[in-house]
Nanobody, 125 residues
Framework: QVQLVESGGGSVQAGGSLRLSCAAS????????MGWFRQAPGKEREGVAA????????YYADSVKGRFAISQDNAKNTVYLQMNSLKPEDTAMYYC??????????????????WGQGTQVTVSS
């Protein structure tokens, strides 16, 4: 049974930083795509960042390039999302997700099969 457990959300002021963690279990982590997605109230879920855990290639939404960084610790089966220079528009529920196999559209929610419960990020101005 695949489990993804997020942690690290919270409330910060604009310009601040947070680091999200996603611990994966029951999942072949070494050859996978894992990603971070977010959903604000009244909006569709959108891809933020993704990583090919075998190759280490990373992918980012234009809105977060240069501010967010996705990384992984293979020994811990954990993926991180370092978020810097946070803006009020980054406020959302953030979800970790994992794909069962190869993914062509790395930031598309429909490509991912397993989801965590989400962690709230709130950025105040």
């Amino acid at each position: 049974q695949v489990q993804l457990v997020e942690s690290g959300g919270g409330s910060v002021q604009a310009g601040g930083s947070l680091r999200l963690s996603c611990a994966a279990s029951g999942y072949t982590y070494s050859r996978a795509y894992m990603g971070w997605f977010r959903q604000a109230p009244g909006k569709e879920r959108e891809g933020v960042a993704a990583v090919s855990t075998g190759e280490g290639s990373t992918y980012y939404a234009d809105s977060v390039k240069g501010r967010f960084a996705i990384s992984q610790d293979n020994a811990k089966n954990t993926v991180y999302l370092q978020m810097n220079s946070l803006k009020p528009e980054d406020t959302a529920m953030y979800y970790c997700a994992a794909a069962r196999g190869w993914v062509s559209r790395r930031l598309a929610p429909f490509e991912f099969n397993f989801w965590g419960q989400g962690t709230q990020v709130t950025v105040s101005s």
